[in-house]
């Protein structure tokens, strides 16, 4: 394999927003346990993560330019990781429902090859509706939120609980292209690029 674009996720997220974008890349999804340490801030979680992620897709495929990222969100400092269960969701989206929160997510891209990367990360500040139960479980008929921060997506039904997005909206998606399409130029990777 040569040096393009790995993508190192099984977010189907990520890859649409990446698609979208135009870029040609190969999906490496690789199996590293999500750290969830309260003593850490939001920043510092997501930053953890995105680089466990990256660092292991990259000692097997070292050739490669790898994508990695972790999102996550806070509610008053309080980071809420993907819920556990369904009972899980309902009380996170009871909790979100008429509040704001935070959403933060990590970007790690490196070559190991060349001995380089490069990470960053974006905060977006989400508005939620007023929440009923009944309009929770309306949601949840259309959306599986067990593997969601936060246990929502922006995407596709999400503006039947979100009220408005201040920053980015392909942050809280999950990968922030505004900051992703410059970094990944620094590696030579660019929209329909075949590095």
Known sequence: MGSGLLLASGSPRRRELLLEA????????????ETLNAALT?????ALNAIR?????????????????????????EVLGKPG???????????????AHDVCTSVFVCQLARARSSSFHEMSRVHFKKLSREKIDKYFTRVDPLDKAGAYAAQGFGSTII???????TNVVGLPMEKTIPALAEFGIGPGSLA
């Open 22 to 33: 135009g870029f040609d890349f190969d999906v490496f999804p690789v199996e590293v346990a």
């Open 42 to 46: 939001l920043r510092e979680l997501t």
């Open 53 to 77: 992620k990256g660092m292991a897709a990259a000692r097997r495929r070292p050739e490669n330019v790898v994508l990695a990222a972790d999102t996550l969100v806070a509610l008053d400092h």
């Open 85 to 99: 269960s369904l009972a899980e969701a309902v009380a996170m989206l009871t909790r979100l429902g008429g509040r």
């Open 163 to 169: 009220e408005k997005i201040d920053g980015s909206y």
